[in-house]
């Protein structure tokens, strides 16, 4: 099975500061994917990077992805309060039956 | 305004009952899924629906069982319902069984 798994369990910035959060996975992967989620709501996607590319951009996030390693992360530039959220990393199958790590919080304080 | 719907928000029951979750979606997807997500445990895949056929299952136990009245419906009953089974039950949909789900607030069960 493919199992995504972020390499940290609390991270905490200041606004304004940039922020990684990692992942890493087992097993090859066609496609990888970011989701952010707030408090009291569902996961919302964020980035899908497909096993080809290297990195994507969604305006102040970044993935990238390095299937030699096995491995993905996710940079946050600029951060604000707003992106105080729990980010999570996925790997998927057929039927979209994605399998999420544990995820990493994110605190952004002012 | 939410696109897709699921109710009750907050449901408590108590051990041995049956309750129901609801979700609709209005996003106009033809796929439709259900995921765990507990304490214990990461987001978890449950069941996904495609044009209201079920296509995969990874509930071990047959006391979950998914219900698809209407394209956009695919409600969850629970039976006998088991202080373990307490978890947000989050619904989820997309085009076409692509990779990118959308989710929605989910309902947070409490048995006690």
């Known amino acids: 099975s493919q199992l995504a798994e972020e390499n940290l369990w609390a991270l905490s910035v200041h606004e304004g500061e940039s922020v990684t959060v990692n992942c890493s996975y087992k097993t090859s992967i066609t496609a990888l994917q970011w989701y952010r989620q707030k408090s009291g709501e569902g996961p919302a996607q964020l980035i899908l990077?497909?096993?080809?590319?290297r990195e994507k951009r969604n305006g102040r996030l970044r993935a990238t992805l390095d299937t030699s390693s096995q491995s993905s992360s996710l940079s946050i530039t600029a951060t604000r309060c707003e992106d105080t959220a729990v980010y999570f990393c996925a790997t998927g199958g057929s039927n979209a039956k994605l399998t999420f790590g544990k995820g990493t919080k994110l605190s952004v304080k002012s | 305004d939410p696109k897709i719907i699921q109710k009750p928000k907050y449901l408590v029951a108590v051990t041995g009952s049956e309750k129901i979750l609801i979700c609709e979606q209005y996003?106009?997807?033809?796929?439709m899924y259900w995921y765990r997500q507990s304490a214990k445990k990461p987001l978890e895949f449950m069941f996904s629906?495609?044009?209201?056929?079920?296509?995969d299952n990874q509930t071990a136990s047959s006391r979950f069982q998914p219900q698809s009245s209407k394209k956009n419906h695919l409600d969850l009953q629970i039976t006998a319902l088991k202080p373990d089974d307490s978890a947000t039950y989050f619904c989820?949909?997309?085009?076409?069984?692509?990779?990118?789900?959308?989710f929605g607030a989910g309902t947070r069960l409490s048995v006690l």
């Open positions: 990077i497909r096993s080809n590319e």
């Open positions: 989820a949909s997309s085009q076409d069984r692509q990779n990118t789900l959308y």
């Open positions: 629906y495609s044009y209201q056929k079920l296509m």
């Open positions: 996003l106009g997807h033809n796929a």
